[in-house]
């Protein structure tokens, strides 16, 4: 299994911006942000599939955040603008070897989605 490090989380004012990273030991066609919160189901943020940069977002995200990788398509990045106490959360990444159509459907299935990182802590107070 590939090894998955997420960092960048913090405390923040609404409003507020935040990036989170996480690393990812080797490369995987499909990487993905998801989010829980207490006594919440965990929920899909953003995924991306490495091979043709498709994405797809969660309505709740969607014209807020962005997902991104480096050149080495190693590293994956989201990016969260105007964020609100509603984002606050554990954020996790995870990594499959999946076909697009997967991917693109990660933030309602993530069944496929074997690796997962350890969260970084969002919090958000208004």
């Known amino acids: 299994q590939v090894q998955l490090a997420e960092s960048g989380g913090d405390s923040v004012q609404a409003g507020r911006s935040l990036t989170l990273s996480c690393k990812a030991s080797?490369?995987?066609?499909?990487m993905a942000w998801f989010r829980q919160s207490p006594g919440k189901e965990r929920e899909g943020v953003a995924s991306v599939w490495s091979l043709d940069n498709s994405k797809a977002y969660a309505d709740s995200v969607k014209g807020r955040f962005t997902i991104s990788q480096d050149n080495r398509q190693t590293t994956m990045y989201l990016r969260m603008n105007s964020l609100k106490p509603e984002d606050s959360a554990m954020y996790y990444c995870?990594?499959?070897?999946?076909?697009?159509?997967?991917?693109?459907?990660?933030?309602?299935?993530?069944?496929?989605?074997?690796?997962w990182g350890q969260g970084t802590q969002v919090a958000v107070s208004s």
């Open positions: 995870a990594a499959a070897s999946v076909m697009n159509d997967t991917c693109q459907r990660a933030i309602r299935d993530f069944s496929s989605f074997h690796s």
């Open positions: 080797a490369w995987r066609s499909c």
